[in-house]
């Protein structure tokens, strides 16, 4: 699923999406799955609104993709909006509050908008974006968005709106169709499929050997809690075709876990903020990593000199997070 007719575009200012969610399977074994995909197929050329709720790594930005993809204005890009990243000032640059010469922007020319967890907007952010959404009557302003809305949360926007954080009214323009998306401890049949994927997947992006998994590893794969989903088993199945080696355990993963629920839930009253920050830390500079050893071919050397630290100090950190025992390995 790399290879898409449609880019996911974003303008210059915004993060660009990570390949996690855009390289899934199109099916699966499960009834929740399958019962998924019969409502998408319904309602993707459709034009209606859909909201997308589901866990941490569940893979919305794969379904956004795909809604857009079948909706009738697929000839035209898809704008991703990160909502956790947006303030009035730049949410309003976005939308184009603030052109004085009516110049339109990449989100109200594209043919779909992805509003990536809109529960992220303050309240401020929120009222900016009901001004331009359309609502079936008379334009309020010159340049509204006209394209598909497609919105993601991993929040309970039910739980928000009582809280008064999140408006009812801009619930109601958004979710035309409200998809929940199942966590991968809920569709555990469909994991040896996601891995056998992502074995493919990797073993070609980091141009190594295709390696199989033993009996033994899926046993552990299918009876992992999985708290980040899609996104925590690929990069497990990652590490499996870095190393060559199908036959690993996950008991390592506990303290991951644990690091990424506390991630996940920046709302939470019994969450460290430290204790986040140091997590977000360490599993952003293992992605750049990654990313970095996959850019290179996994040679080493040039990884670090692209990282910007010493060959030593790269090594010592691919032994801290469980890519290489030694400088042999």
């Known amino acids: 699923m790399r290879a898409e007719s449609n880019e ?7 993060r660009a999406i990570p390949t996690t969610a855009d390289a899934l399977p199109t099916t699966g074994m499960s009834a929740a799955i399958q019962s998924l995909e019969a409502v998408l197929r319904e309602i993707s050329p459709t034009n209606i609104p859909v909201l997308l709720v589901g ?12 809604i857009h993809q079948a909706s009738r204005q697929s000839s035209l890009p898809l704008v991703r909006i990160p909502c956790a990243y947006m303030s009035p000032v730049t949410l309003a640059e976005e939308l184009g509050l603030n052109n004085r010469d009516n110049a339109e922007t990449d989100a109200q020319r594209a043919g779909s908008v992805f509003l990536d967890e809109i529960g992220d907007l303050d309240l401020s952010c929120q009222r900016q974006l009901l001004y331009v959404l359309p609502d079936g009557k008379a334009s309020q302003r010159k340049n509204p968005l006209s394209g598909r809305m497609i919105s993601s949360t991993s929040r309970n926007l039910d739980e928000e709106m009582r809280m008064a954080r999140f408006r009812s009214e801009l619930y109601y ?8 998306l199942p966590p991968l401890r809920e569709r555990r049949e469909d994991i040896p499929l996601l891995v056998e994927h992502f074995l493919t997947t990797h073993a070609a992006e980091l141009d190594r050997p295709r390696p199989s998994v033993s009996p033994r590893t899926m046993r552990s794969l299918m009876d ?8 925590e088993l690929e990069n497990v199945v990652r590490k499996i075709v870095a190393l060559g080696d199908g036959d690993i355990r996950l008991s390592e993963n506990k303290q991951i876990d644990a690091e990424e629920r506390t991630i996940e839930t920046p709302r939470s009253r019994d969450f460290s903020l430290k204790a986040a920050a140091r997590a977000a830390s360490r599993e952003a ?5 990654l990313d970095t050893l996959a850019k290179t071919r996994w040679n080493r050397k040039r990884a670090a000199q692209e990282l910007q630290i010493s060959y030593k100090s790269l090594l010592f950190k691919l032994k801290q997070i469980g890519l290489q025992d030694s400088e042999e390995g």
């Open 224 to 231: 992992h809690s999985w708290p980040g989903n899609i996104r």
């Open 55 to 66: 866990e941490i790594g569940t893979g919305k930005t794969h379904y956004a993709q795909r």
């Open 8 to 14: 996911l575009m974003t303008s210059t200012s915004l």
């Open 173 to 180: 323009r958004i979710s035309g169709v409200c998809l929940r």
């Open 285 to 289: 500079e293992k992605q750049l990593i």
